[in-house]
């Protein structure tokens, strides 16, 4: 990160954010004062909290000067990293630290510190507790977003979300025309066979429950127990997000994959087709069915379904179409990597849509289930729309707690329907 004097500089001129962090060093005789052991194990566990990020010592966070540090000192600084990264942040924070040269306002070289600090895949706790970085400065994470965050990177020691127990939910709450979908015949009764798929999970001592993925699954109506198990979905007029252009809005609830099969029903209903003139009579569509199923399958598997209130958000536009998709993206994919990794928040959710068939009715998707395994939903994606549109598709992380697609149109309103 920053690889470059160039670019490290040039980050230090505009000044700290989240991925940036200062700090001035001084010592006293021989010992070493600023900065504070404590409040450097808070800055340094609170970017593993967040995001990769850098720490510079050397250089001053208010004037952005570089102080530098005395070359006989940077072993002593060093020193103070690797304690502080193994001894006051728990757990231990993996780092790397660099030893380079940058010039001062007179253009005379001080040596710095770098060091690179990578996303974890731990919740880390420092000595003034839990910390992340929001802009330039660290906060505590407040108990809720803690939890999720916990749960997000397989901390908490505890079970998945989607394989905990929903409380008041019992075996009848499920539809055994709906999990019959993910067993085979047995003589074995069907508390067994679904507790063994994970549909139904038990707390030690306790009574037997639905699990989370179960209900999403199996329950012909999720959000009597989930409340935000659901899709909204609304077509504009125009390209603002105003309520008095809607023109169709829905609330798509059900088992997962029939959410997703309205909610292509809703896009067939209210997207665009262009039609030549041509003998063939050639039409095309606003958006890519390939692509749009695709992402609502990501955005349904993936989702964080432990943020309470946040539900799916399928908006069309004339120009665009944008899903929004609560919680941040699991483990330590970036935006950027997308394309090229795999991984999961919900094993068991994705495993399950992998055994369900798709509807004859949703159209030519290219599968015949909801999922595959090989992870190529994020490439369809980019490459099915921007074929048809001309434009690459955009995703962009809001808040670190909502993913946001846009696809764009391929036709931007009724008067290129006919061609």
């Given at each position: 990160?920053?690889d470059?004097?160039?670019?490290?500089?040039?980050k230090?001129?505009?000044?700290?954010?989240?991925?940036?962090?200062?700090?001035?060093?001084?010592?006293?005789?021989?010992r070493?004062s600023?900065?504070?052991r404590?409040?450097?194990?808070?800055?340094?566990a609170?970017?593993a909290?967040?995001?990769?990020?850098?720490?510079?010592?050397?250089?001053?966070?208010?004037?952005?000067?570089?102080?530098?540090?005395?070359?006989?000192?940077?072993?002593?600084?060093?020193?103070?990293?690797?304690?502080?990264?193994?001894?006051?942040?728990?757990?231990?924070?993996?780092?790397?630290?660099?030893?380079?040269?940058?010039?001062d306002s007179?253009?005379?070289?001080?040596?710095?510190?770098?060091?690179?600090?990578?996303?974890?895949?731990?919740?880390?706790e420092?000595?003034?507790?839990?910390?992340?970085?929001?802009?330039?400065?660290?906060?505590?994470?407040?108990?809720?977003?803690?939890?999720?965050?916990?749960?997000?990177?397989?901390?908490?020691?505890?079970?998945?979300?989607?394989?905990?127990?929903?409380?008041?939910?019992?075996l009848?709450?499920?539809?055994?025309?709906?999990?019959?979908?993910?067993?085979?015949?047995?003589?074995?009764?069907?508390?067994?066979?679904?507790?063994?798929?994970?549909l139904?999970?038990?707390?030690?001592?306790?009574?037997?429950?639905?699990?989370?993925a179960?209900?999403?699954?199996?329950?012909?109506?999720?959000?009597?127990?989930?409340?935000?198990?659901?899709?909204?979905?609304?077509?504009?007029?125009?390209?603002?997000?105003?309520?008095?252009?809607?023109?169709?809005?829905?609330?798509?609830?059900?088992?997962?994959?029939?959410?997703?099969?309205?909610?292509m029903?809703?896009?067939?209903?209210?997207?665009?087709v262009?039609?030549?003139?041509?003998?063939?009579?050639?039409?095309?569509?606003?958006?890519?069915?390939?692509?749009?199923?695709?992402?609502?399958?990501?955005?349904?598997?993936?989702?964080?379904?432990?943020?309470?209130?946040?539900?799916?958000?399928?908006?069309?536009?004339?120009?665009?179409?944008?899903?929004?998709?609560?919680?941040?993206?699991?483990n330590?994919?970036?935006?950027?990597?997308?394309?090229?990794?795999?991984?999961?928040?919900?094993?068991?959710?994705?495993?399950?849509?992998?055994?369900?068939?798709?509807?004859?009715?949703?159209?030519?998707?290219?599968?015949?289930?909801?999922?595959?395994?090989?992870?190529?939903?994020?490439?369809?994606?980019?490459?099915?729309?921007?074929?048809?549109?001309?434009?690459?598709?955009?995703?962009?992380?809001?808040?670190?707690s909502?993913?946001?697609?846009?696809?764009?149109?391929?036709?931007?309103?009724?008067?290129?329907?006919?061609?």
């Amino acid at each position: 990160m920053f690889d470059s004097r160039e670019e490290l500089l040039q980050k230090i001129r505009l000044g700290e954010d989240t991925s940036l962090e200062l700090k001035t060093v001084r010592f006293k005789g021989d010992r070493l004062s600023a900065p504070a052991r404590e409040d450097l194990a808070d800055e340094i566990a609170a970017i593993a909290n967040t995001h990769d990020g850098v720490l510079v010592l050397g250089v001053d966070d208010k004037t952005r000067d570089i102080d530098g540090i005395p070359v006989e000192r940077l072993e002593a600084v060093e020193r103070l990293i690797f304690e502080v990264c193994t001894d006051s942040v728990k757990p231990s924070v993996v780092f790397r630290s660099f030893r380079i040269e940058l010039p001062d306002s007179a253009g005379m070289p001080r040596a710095v510190l770098k060091v690179e600090v990578p996303r974890s895949l731990f919740v880390h706790e420092s000595p003034g507790g839990y910390f992340h970085r929001q802009g330039s400065s660290k906060r505590k994470i407040p108990p809720d977003y803690l939890a999720r965050l916990f749960q997000q990177r397989s901390q908490a020691r505890l079970i998945r979300f989607e394989e905990q127990t929903v409380p008041g939910t019992s075996l009848g709450d499920l539809a055994e025309n709906l999990w019959r979908r993910y067993t085979t015949r047995s003589t074995e009764p069907d508390e067994v066979v679904l507790l063994k798929r994970n549909l139904l999970s038990t707390e030690e001592g306790g009574p037997l429950r639905c699990s989370v993925a179960g209900v999403l699954l199996c329950s012909e109506r999720p959000e009597r127990f989930l409340t935000s198990a659901y899709i909204e979905a609304v077509r504009y007029r125009g390209i603002r997000q105003d309520s008095n252009y809607q023109v169709d809005a829905r609330k798509i609830c059900g088992p997962l994959d029939a959410q997703i099969n309205q909610a292509m029903s809703f896009l067939m209903l209210n997207q665009i087709v262009a039609a030549s003139k041509t003998p063939q009579r050639v039409e095309t569509p606003q958006f890519s069915t390939r692509a749009v199923f695709e992402a609502i399958v990501n955005a349904v598997a993936h989702r964080d379904y432990s943020i309470a209130g946040s539900k799916i958000r399928f908006f069309i536009f004339d120009d665009r179409m944008e899903i929004y998709s609560p919680g941040a993206l699991p483990n330590t994919v970036t935006i950027e990597s997308m394309a090229l990794r795999q991984a999961t928040r919900n094993e068991l959710i994705t495993s399950l849509l992998a055994e369900t068939h798709v509807a004859e009715t949703v159209g030519d998707v290219g599968r015949g289930s909801f999922m595959e395994k090989r992870g190529d939903g994020v490439p369809i994606i980019l490459h099915e729309s921007e074929k048809l549109s001309g434009i690459r598709p955009v995703y962009r992380l809001i808040d670190e707690s909502e993913l946001l697609l846009t696809m764009f149109a391929a036709i931007k309103d009724e008067s290129d329907a006919t061609e």
